[in-house]
Structures are given as structure tokens and as C-alpha cells.
DNA sequence: ATTTAACAGTAAGTTCCATCACTTTCCCCT
DNA sequence: AGGGGAAAGTGATGGAACTTACTGTTAAAT
């Protein structure tokens, strides 16, 4: 039995989202394309004829509403699949908007030959229907988590899902090695920029959090931020924000 | 172009979640067994060996909070797979507690033996693909809804949901043909009875609803619950509660 | 027919959270 | 070095939603 320290400390490798058997085939029948910051590699409503594999760099992924507010769903990097709910889809439009954070590349793979390429080879079919089982249990347990404890539920679980994907050991607990600014974190909550705001500060007052200079969030205790919302503990592969 | 009255007026038959080849397979590969009222399919966290399709019934998907809280996620009917999510699972444990509100059927089918079927016929899994893509957008959409509108939209694209998979014709609207309890309604918005209790008292005044004896909820005027939560009108395969 | 239990309905008080309005801090730019 | 813009931080206020507490209603049970 390893501890969450020692899953966690095998650090960026902790994640292989896809198996490589998928990856390898993904490659195989994709093209490469460059992503700039702050850019947007497809947007919500968009027809979609392609789905991408993130090779390096940042992709964030959000829904938005009809009154102009915004929904972070998940944070995106190497060898995530995004834009994959328009496989095997009648109308495949976008569903969510994916905004680039950090530039890098992504392997821009023909819906059309993906969804044949999968068909002939069920070994393939069973990496890919696992990965879309998985993903489909992580957004259980988001609902949850965003719905049954308030917005402190909701930040909390945001917090704890950041540290459990981007996460770096640090003498006084976990960093999240990226930075966002209070809305962003507030759109992953559903709340305002001031709540969240009101909430990082009792949090930093309670030293359970520190805020670094470039703004990344330091977890000093994450048991805490778990027991505040009774957390139960799911692993660690359903419990992130990928 | 159909309008959604001609869609619903189809009534019973409107709902075909799987497809006919899909459903010949997994029926072929079960075997039958009756439910009863008020009990229940399986519970969140039983390790699960079999998935479930419904001859006939109703049944309700819930997840239950650390707080006691519970969260309806679903109401499924005649031809709704659940326990779906255990499938091509490292640890298969139920996911969500499944509850009969109607005795019936179901089609109980072993997960190892749908998950070789499906490997080796290529259209059904195709077949499958596509229902559990559908599936993901439902939930999707379902996520906005709740949390982007308060209580009122979490309500509101409730009751829209609920007419789109059992509402009937009625001269005055649409007759949603399930009885819920306040605490119930209350239970798939995340809201507590009282607030649930109060919105729809409001909805009564304003002669947007009405409630019959047997307790079954009368939209009179859905365009209003649309405009209210800014509905996008998004299809009725995916605006709805199955 | 009366009791009981479950649910509906309502009101008052409290807490949570959004909104508004502003100041302060940070950091980029020339 | 100083100015401008973006983000952080904070207080006041109002409204939304939860809590508590109670009454009214219905339907089943004895």
C-alpha cells in the first residue's frame, strides 16, 4: 500500500490518462499542431471534426452560460484527450470552449479515422471505453463535490482536485504549480471572485494555505480542507481536475 | 423541423436510449429478474459483477453525501442501462445507490461477458460509444443547469427534464406522470424542502404549475420555466432525466 | 372511527453568498 | 521612476436559501 506522499512523488508522472497503446495509435494517425497562449484551440458550439491529444503545455476546458458566467470543468496536459465527447455523436458540435494556458502542442486526430481505427482493434476499444468510464466517474464525484457543501465545499474539493494533478512536493505541504487568478478559481466553483477571495483569506489566516509571489497556492494542510467537507477519501485517479 | 410537440406527442415511444442491436445483445446474454418496490438494484459502493437494462419499472439514481445528504441524479425507465459505469473498471463498485420507485423488470447481464461481447462486435460497440457519449453530455448540460442558476434554475431545469422524459398531454400542459415528494424534488437540486416547497407555491400563484390529487406535477406553461433559466433549447436527448 | 405517520405548507430568524463600491497592491510599460 | 491597468483585498448591504419550529392535510393502520 503506497501513500498518497509516495504516489505523489513520483510527480509528473504520476498521470498516464491514456494507455500508451491508445497514445501510440492516437500518434499514429494525428498530425501535430502548435497551441499559443492564451488562445483557444476550439470553442463551445463549434462543429467538430477532430479531437486533440495534448502533447505539452495547458489547456483549460469551460462551459459557458446563457447570463455570460463561465464554468471551469478541467485543467488540461500531456496526454490528456480533450474535445472527445463529439466521437461517435450525430451533431458533433463542441461542447466546451478549450482555452489554451500554457503553449505547447497537441496531436490533432480525424474523428472520422479515430472512430474506424477503434472499431478494428478492440484492444484499443477497451483502453478507450475504460479512460471514458473513468472520466465519467470523476464528474460524479465534481457534482457532488460542487453541489452538497456550499461554496467552501466547492473551492475546498477545487483545491484539494489541484493539488492531486498539479501538486509538487514542498518543505510545508503540496504546491499547485500553476497559478490562477481569484476568478479563475472562482469560475471553477460556481462563486464570485469575492467569496473566493473571503475564503483563501480565512484560509491563510488559519495557516492552512499560503500564497506564493508568482500566485501559486501552497497547501499547507490538506487534511483539513478534506475533513472540512468530509471528504471520503475516492483515489486519486477520480479525485483531480484533468 | 419538428416542434417539441410533435417530438413528445410521440409520446411513450420517444425514448429509444439504446439502440435495438445493442439491446438485442444484452438480452441475449441475461437473465431476467423482478424488482420490487422500495427496494433497491444495488447500493453505492457493493462491488458490482453485473450491469442492468430495464424491461419495465422505474428507478431512481441517487448519491449519497458523507452529510446524509442525497443527490437524485436519475430516473430511468423501460430501456435505461444503469450501473453502467462499473464496466472496463479496475475496482467495479457502484457508483450510485439504484432505487426501485416502480416494481418491474430488469435485464441483469454480466459485466465480463458484456465487455467480451461488446469487443468482439465492432457496431455494438460503436453502438455503445455513442450512448455513453450521450450520456456524458447529459450530464454536462445537467451540471450548468444546477449551479449556474441558483436553487430557482436548479429547480426549473428539474421540472424541464422531468416533462421531457415522462410528461404526457394534457389539455392544459404537460402532465409530468411521476409523483414526487417535496423532498424529493429537493433532493435533485440540492436544495432543502421548504425552499423547494415555497418556489413551486410561487409557480402555483403565478398559474405556471398546478398539482393534481395524486400529487403529479402540471406544467401549464413550460416556455416560462425555459425563459426563466435562459434555456438554451438544447435536444431533447439531451434535456432530460434518464 | 380514531390514531398515527408522513407530507405539505408557512413563518421567523439566521447564515450564506452575491452585489456594489471602493482602496490597495502588484507588475508591466515607456 | 512614475503611470496605468489588472488583480487582490475589504466593508456594507440586500437577497437568497437554510434552519427551526410549528400547523394543516391526507392517507394508511389499528
Redesign the pocket.
Given at each position: 500500500m503506497q501513500s498518497q506522499a509516495e504516489i505523489l512523488l513520483k510527480g509528473k508522472h504520476r498521470d498516464e490518462p491514456i494507455s500508451p497503446q491508445l497514445r501510440e495509435l492516437l500518434e499514429s494517425i494525428g498530425t501535430i499542431r502548435k497551441i499559443e497562449k492564451d488562445g483557444y484551440i476550439f470553442h463551445e458550439g463549434e462543429e467538430a471534426h477532430d479531437i486533440y491529444i495534448i502533447q505539452s503545455g495547458i489547456v483549460q476546458m469551460s462551459k459557458l452560460a446563457a447570463n455570460g458566467k463561465e464554468l471551469i470543468l478541467r485543467i488540461c496536459k500531456k496526454n490528456d484527450l480533450i474535445g472527445e465527447l463529439t466521437l461517435f455523436s450525430d451533431n458533433p458540435a463542441f461542447l466546451l470552449s478549450a482555452k489554451i494556458l500554457e503553449p505547447g502542442e497537441v496531436i490533432v486526430i480525424n474523428k472520422d479515422k479515430l472512430e474506424r481505427a477503434l472499431l478494428e482493434n478492440s484492444m484499443l476499444t477497451f483502453e478507450f471505453m475504460k479512460w471514458t468510464s473513468n472520466h465519467m466517474r470523476k464528474f460524479q464525484s465534481k457534482i457532488r463535490d460542487l453541489l452538497l457543501?456550499?461554496?467552501?465545499?466547492?473551492l475546498y474539493s477545487t483545491l484539494i482536485r489541484l493539488v492531486n494533478s498539479y501538486g509538487i512536493e514542498h518543505k510545508d505541504g503540496w504546491l499547485i504549480n500553476i497559478?490562477?487568478?481569484?476568478?479563475?478559481?472562482?469560475n471553477f466553483?460556481?462563486?464570485?471572485?469575492?467569496?473566493?477571495?473571503?475564503?483563501?483569506?480565512e484560509l491563510?489566516k488559519k495557516d492552512k494555505i499560503a500564497?506564493m509571489?508568482?500566485?501559486e497556492i501552497l497547501v499547507k494542510d490538506l487534511d483539513y480542507l478534506k475533513d472540512e467537507i468530509g471528504c471520503e477519501g475516492c483515489p486519486i485517479e477520480i479525485c483531480n481536475i484533468n
Open positions: 457543501n456550499g461554496k467552501k465545499g466547492a497559478s490562477f487568478t481569484n476568478q479563475e478559481l472562482a466553483c460556481a462563486a464570485t471572485r469575492e467569496s473566493v477571495n473571503r475564503m483563501l483569506a491563510r500564497v509571489k508568482n500566485g
